[in-house]
């Protein structure tokens, strides 16, 4: 009874008991994990079918827990103690299958413990651990133990192979001396593993707080961009109301001259009727006596009397220049107080910040560096200072005095006297002569050059910028692992980010075949560094810089 109920119990593809049985929408259960393997290898091919039925599915099917049958295997686990473990049984136990301990490739059996101490002991009788299918521990070939590995065909062979076969002549091992070697392996490789894992980990947390504190500052951002643009839309309204009532009062402007004009010809009308009856009436004393003294106007003030008979003016056309002038003046107070609510304290200055602003243990010796160390340029005459390993040797490059090892940072370049230039940032371990001491064909700097190229370790992008462009931007930030290059256009333009994990502190580097390079960092806008080469010697884009003025 419990046999034949095994049998019901087992997975029809890995012939154990079920362990999490699923089913399928054609009723058939399986191992969950089993079954999901299978489908792993189906959804290369694009078709999935049930392995007992072959019904075919139109997409990978969901398998569905069946909770029943879970519970008839758990109640029969715990009924069979001998199944649970690696749910192998003893092949020679008929009644109630016990757990089995050892398998025998030769007999090609599994043993529960009573089982094994009256098996053969006979060294053809090779015993290991409990297995399901021994058919995969013997050569396909031979039909005999897999005893041996050959290391040249990366393969586990039989004694025939080993003797007789295409495996005749290896050095082969033995399958524990293959197994242990392997192990070794396996466990250095685990070992590096972790030490990537806990070096991941340690970045992951670095991340999460980096992004702590990034949401934290976006949601104090967020309310202040919402003020701001409140505030901005409030101005704009007032400013809107302001304009429109000015438009509307020069359009009653208007309409009260016309009302001012009515009433003066009512009034001119009136004492041109007058005047008339003045002028028919026979008495004249009446004719004298009247008080209105129209004929005295004569004598009065010719301005007053103007005044008094004048029409109003037409007020000529909208004063469209005046209505300009507002909305320009309030659009101006808008962006002034805009600019100062937006005002965010620019990054300091990289250049100037120390001092001397350039590192003359850097220069390279055919550049002469003056104006308070914030001038370089280019000469045939060495300049015989110290070969230090600090000294460029193979470029007139120069770098900057203080390292960035954190925060953000930026600086300016006006390149506009100078054809040929190279600006970016680097490790303070670049080389320092040959060519890849050159800034951007190495893996330790990254450059934007006059070609239009950014360059890092030797790879070069082509990026789009106005061949007229006077002036770039170089922006660091050092948390985020990004150097970015700008085109001071308007509006800015950016051409290239690149992105990496920082493992050195960063130092500004210029590199300029001819012409004058002004740099200007992040706050001191006013300040200007030249680097100045001599286009008057002819010197032409580097590399090479020419042979007569002897670089090495």
Same mark, same amino acid.
């Given at each position: 009874?419990?046999?034949?109920?095994?049998?019901?119990?087992?997975?029809?593809?890995?012939?154990?008991? +079920?362990?999490? $049985?699923?089913?399928? *929408? !054609?009723?058939?259960?399986? /191992? %969950?994990?089993?079954? &999901?393997?299978?489908?792993?290898?189906?959804?290369?091919?694009?078709?999935?079918?049930?392995?007992?039925?072959?019904?075919?599915?139109?997409?990978?099917?969901?398998?569905?827990?069946?909770?029943?049958?879970?519970?008839?295997?758990?109640?029969?686990?715990?009924?069979?103690?001998?199944?649970?473990?690696?749910?192998?049984?003893?092949?020679?136990?008929?009644?109630?299958?016990?757990?089995?301990?050892?398998?025998?490739?030769?007999?090609?059996?599994?043993?529960?413990?009573?089982?094994?101490?009256?098996?053969?002991?006979?060294?053809?009788?090779?015993?290991?651990?409990?297995?399901?299918?021994?058919?995969?521990?013997?050569?396909?070939?031979?039909?005999?133990?897999?005893? +041996?590995?050959? $290391?040249?065909?990366? *393969? !586990?062979?039989?004694?025939? /192979? %080993?003797?007789?076969? &295409?495996?005749?002549?290896?050095?082969?091992?033995?399958?524990?001396?293959?197994?242990?070697?392997?192990?070794?392996?396996?466990?250095?490789?685990?070992?590096?593993?972790?030490?990537?894992?806990?070096?991941?980990?340690?970045?992951?947390?670095?991340?999460?707080?980096?992004?702590?504190?990034?949401?934290?500052?976006?949601?104090?951002?967020?309310?202040?961009?919402?003020?701001?643009?409140?505030?901005?839309?409030?101005?704009?309204?007032?400013?809107?109301?302001?304009?429109?009532?000015?438009?509307?009062?020069?359009?009653?402007?208007?309409?009260?001259?016309?009302?001012?004009?009515?009433?003066?010809?009512?009034?001119?009308?009136?004492?041109?009727?007058?005047?008339?009856?003045?002028?028919?009436?026979?008495?004249?004393?009446?004719?004298?006596?009247?008080?209105?003294?129209?004929?005295?106007?004569?004598?009065?003030?010719?301005?007053?009397?103007?005044?008094?008979?004048?029409?109003?003016?037409?007020?000529?056309?909208?004063?469209?220049?005046?209505?300009?002038?507002?909305?320009?003046?309030?659009?101006?107070?808008?962006?002034?107080?805009?600019?100062?609510?937006?005002?965010?304290?620019?990054?300091?200055?990289?250049?100037?910040?120390?001092?001397?602003?350039?590192?003359?243990?850097?220069?390279?010796?055919?550049?002469?560096?003056?104006?308070?160390?914030?001038?370089?340029?280019?000469?045939?005459?060495?300049?015989?200072?110290?070969?230090?390993?600090?000294?460029?040797?193979?470029?007139?490059?120069?770098?900057?005095?203080?390292?960035?090892?954190?925060?953000?940072?930026?600086?300016?370049?006006?390149?506009?006297?100078?054809?040929?230039?190279?600006?970016?940032?680097?490790?303070?371990?670049?080389?320092?002569?040959?060519?890849?001491?050159?800034?951007?064909?190495?893996?330790?700097?990254?450059?934007?050059?006059?070609?239009?190229?950014?360059?890092?370790?030797?790879?070069?992008?082509?990026?789009?910028?106005?061949?007229?462009?006077?002036?770039?931007?170089?922006?660091?930030?050092?948390?985020?692992?990004?150097?970015?290059?700008?085109?001071?256009?308007?509006?800015?333009?950016?051409?290239?980010?690149?992105?990496?994990?920082?493992?050195?502190?960063?130092?500004?580097?210029?590199?300029?075949?001819?012409?004058?390079?002004?740099?200007?960092?992040?706050?001191?806008?006013?300040?200007?560094?030249?680097?100045?080469?001599?286009?008057?010697?002819?010197?032409?884009?580097?590399?090479?810089?020419?042979?007569?003025?002897?670089?090495?």
């Amino acid at each position: 009874m419990a046999s034949r109920l095994r049998a019901e119990l087992e997975c029809s593809i890995c012939l154990n008991i +079920y362990s999490h $049985p699923v089913m399928l *929408k !054609c009723g058939h259960n399986f /191992c %969950r994990v089993c079954v &999901e393997l299978l489908l792993d290898t189906q959804e290369k091919s694009g078709v999935f079918s049930c392995p007992e039925c072959r019904e075919e599915f139109s997409k990978r099917p969901v398998p569905e827990r069946n909770r029943k049958l879970c519970n008839i295997v758990e109640n029969f686990q715990s009924s069979q103690p001998g199944l649970q473990g690696n749910g192998i049984s003893c092949t020679f136990c008929i009644d109630i299958p016990l757990l089995a301990v050892k398998s025998c490739l030769h007999c090609e059996a599994s043993l529960c413990d009573n089982h094994l101490q009256i098996h053969s002991k006979s060294p053809e009788h090779v015993l290991c651990d409990p297995i399901t299918s021994l058919e995969s521990r013997k050569c396909s070939v031979h039909k005999k133990i897999l005893e +041996y590995y050959c $290391p040249e065909d990366s *393969k !586990c062979i039989c004694v025939s /192979c %080993r003797l007789d076969g &295409e495996h005749r002549g290896h050095q082969v091992e033995t399958i524990d001396e293959a197994s242990e070697k392997k192990k070794e392996k396996l466990r250095h490789v685990l070992k590096e593993l972790l030490a990537k894992t806990e070096e991941m980990e340690k970045r992951d947390q670095s991340l999460q707080e980096h992004k702590s504190k990034v949401e934290e500052k976006a949601v104090n951002e967020t309310e202040r961009v919402v003020a701001l643009f409140k505030d901005l839309r409030r101005r704009l309204e007032d400013l809107e109301k302001k304009v429109l009532k000015e438009i509307s009062g020069q359009t009653d402007g208007i309409s009260l001259l016309i009302q001012q004009l009515e009433i003066k010809k009512e009034e001119m009308s009136r004492k041109m009727r007058h005047i008339e009856e003045l002028c028919n009436m026979t008495d004249p004393l009446t004719v004298l006596q009247d008080t209105d003294g129209f004929c005295d106007t004569e004598d009065k003030d010719d301005k007053d009397g103007r005044r008094y008979f004048e029409l109003p003016n037409d007020g000529g056309d909208l004063d469209v220049a005046g209505i300009s002038h507002t909305l320009h003046t309030g659009l101006s107070n808008i962006i002034t107080g805009i600019n100062g609510a937006i005002y965010i304290a620019e990054p300091v200055d990289i250049l100037l910040m120390a001092s001397p602003a350039l590192d003359l243990n850097t220069a390279h010796n055919n550049l002469l560096v003056s104006d308070g160390k914030k001038t370089t340029s280019l000469t045939c005459v060495d300049q015989n200072r110290p070969l230090t390993p600090k000294r460029f040797q193979g470029y007139p490059q120069v770098l900057s005095c203080q390292s960035f090892s954190s925060g953000r940072h930026y600086w300016e370049v006006d390149i506009r006297g100078s054809p040929y230039w190279r600006v970016g940032m680097c490790y303070p371990s670049i080389n320092r002569k040959g060519e890849r001491s050159q800034i951007g064909f190495n893996a330790k700097s990254w450059c934007l050059c006059d070609s239009g190229l950014v360059i890092h370790d030797s790879k070069s992008i082509q990026v789009s910028h106005d061949d007229c462009g006077k002036r770039f931007r170089i922006y660091l930030d050092y948390e985020a692992g990004k150097i970015s290059f700008y085109e001071m256009s308007v509006p800015i333009q950016h051409l290239h980010t690149f992105t990496t994990t920082f493992t050195e502190p960063l130092h500004a580097v210029i590199g300029v075949g001819s012409g004058c390079i002004k740099i200007r960092g992040g706050r001191e806008r006013s300040d200007k560094f030249s680097c100045r080469l001599l286009t008057s010697m002819g010197y032409g884009r580097f590399p090479p810089f020419p042979n007569q003025c002897n670089l090495q």
